[in-house]
């Protein structure tokens, strides 16, 4: 199993982004892709995540409306797009995989596999 991060980078205050997450070695319709983030410091946190075997997608309090996740299971890609940056939004971005349905939903502890991440730094 292996999940491969891209798309991170340096962007201005108010701008976009989308991360991509490649999905390798494993039957993608049977697993829930998650990404979260984490800042030096502080605790690793979720951002959002599909249900790849139904659709359904699941987002943390301060994600609704701002970011955006979507699979595409032809290609086994799921992308995060994020919009109106914050500084705050600075962190490194992980994405994660889970066999079937993360209990409880976007959270770390319910993630098996992870990838290695992209540093996503939002400049004022």
């Known amino acids: 199993v292996q999940l491969v991060e891209s798309g991170g980078g340096l962007v201005q205050a108010g701008g976009s982004l989308t991360l991509s997450c490649k999905v390798i070695?494993?039957?993608?319709?049977?697993?829930?892709i998650g990404w979260f983030r984490q800042v030096p410091g502080r605790e690793r946190e979720g951002i959002a995540e599909?249900?790849?075997?139904?659709?359904?997608?699941n987002y943390a309090d301060f994600a609704r409306g701002r970011f955006t996740i979507s699979s595409d299971s032809v290609e086994n890609i799921v992308l995060l797009q994020m919009k109106d940056l914050k500084s705050e939004d600075t962190a490194v971005y992980y994405c994660a995989a889970e066999y079937l349905w993360p209990d409880p939903p976007v959270s770390v502890d319910s993630y098996d596999y992870w990838g290695r991440g992209t540093q996503v730094t939002v400049a004022l």
């Open positions: 070695g494993f039957q993608f319709e049977e697993f829930a």
């Open positions: 599909i249900v790849n075997r139904d659709g359904t997608t």
